[in-house]
């Protein structure tokens, strides 16, 4: 019964596999496709029942072609596997962008929570960045209010300045022309010129503020010869005032305006910066021949580089003794004085041998600032001097020296027209 079973069985089996085999070749021929062999496999029993032995070769079972999309599949699910892995990789390495709009939410996921600190470490860093930028806006407005404050203070200041200068000159000139002979309001008198642009006329004393940022100051107006508008700013007439002086007198100015003076090396400048200016120089020597030198440019530096003459373009009737040659050439000299030696005479002070404060080379062919005689002198020429002076070249070492009875240096603007 058992051994039929087994039939039965290895029968349903064979024809299967038969089936199977038919399914996967067709078309194929099938030799021996099943060599299965059956046969006696030991004693058999007292009721004849012998146990039988099957021997199966090598199987090889071919599957249904559907179940190949498992494989495919499988590979597919792999595949993916290894993208979504090197997706994750990739995006732990990945910069969110910087967008303060952009926020994102975070899950629950450790990974996604890490990417999540870092855009939120992003963002607060964003974030304080915009504020520090928005207080540097601040600050920037602030300063600028500051600036406009200043200049609109500083403007006021000026006219409040100008006003009161101008209500002083209105109260103490109350019986000069100011009042009827004022066309315009001007603020601002930078030098004598500006004065007789508003009408005056008569030589004097006035106050001229040529630099703003500087103080007021006195100076001699001449409103009468050659045009007018003149500011002087030196004057020899009697021998009353001593020009020996040192390097502070000259800087500051000495002497009286109303005689003989020196205006100051400070002021001088001032004047000489505040517009295009001219200068003239007259002379009348002691027989009373009055010559004049004009120049096109004057201007004298500030005290840090020593008040540098620059003069040029001369034109006039006592010649150019400021550049008299090569050697003596007065034009880009420094001041000395005799207690300041910024000369080009290596062996000593021009300024001490010639008893004067002057633009010297090395040393002179001209010195306005010289010692005054009221005639005639011998020996060393520190007497006022003007090297193309009639006469003077002829001079012999014991001769007596030129000498002159009024000098004065005055300027007034290049542009100036009466
Ligand atoms: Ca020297």
Known sequence: MKSLLGLVTFAALSAGLAAAQEETVPGGTLVNACPIKMKNGGKCDENGNCPYQITLPPMTIQLPKQLQLLEKTLKEVQNLKEIVNNLKESCQDCKWPADETGKKEYTE?????????????????????SISLKNARSQITNLQDQIEKMSMNNVNDYID???????????????????ESAPSIQLI??????????????????????????KTFEVFCDMESMGGGWSVVQRRMDGSVSFNRT?????????NLSGEFWLGNDKIHLLSKSSNMMLRIELEDLKGIKE???YEQFYVGNEYVKYKLSVSGYSGTAGDALHFSKQYNHDQRFFTTPDKDNDRYPSGNCGAYYSSGWWFDACMSANLNGKYYEKEYKGVRNGIFWGTWQGVSEEQLNSFRQTFKAVRMMIRPKDFSP
């Open 161 to 179: 300045e100008k006003m009161a200068n101008l209500s002083f000159n209105a109260d103490k000139c109350s019986n000069c022309q100011l009042k």
């Open 189 to 214: 008198f930078k030098d004598c010129s500006d004065y007789y642009k508003i009408g005056k006329r008569l030589n004097g004393i006035y106050h001229v503020t040529p630099d703003p940022k500087n």
């Open 292 to 294: 004049y030198a004009n």
């Open 247 to 255: 390097w502070v007198e000259y800087k500051i100015g000495f002497g």
């Open 109 to 129: 996921d450790p990974e996604e929570r890490g990417q999540g600190n870092q855009i939120q470490d992003l963002q607060s860093k964003m974030k304080k960045m």
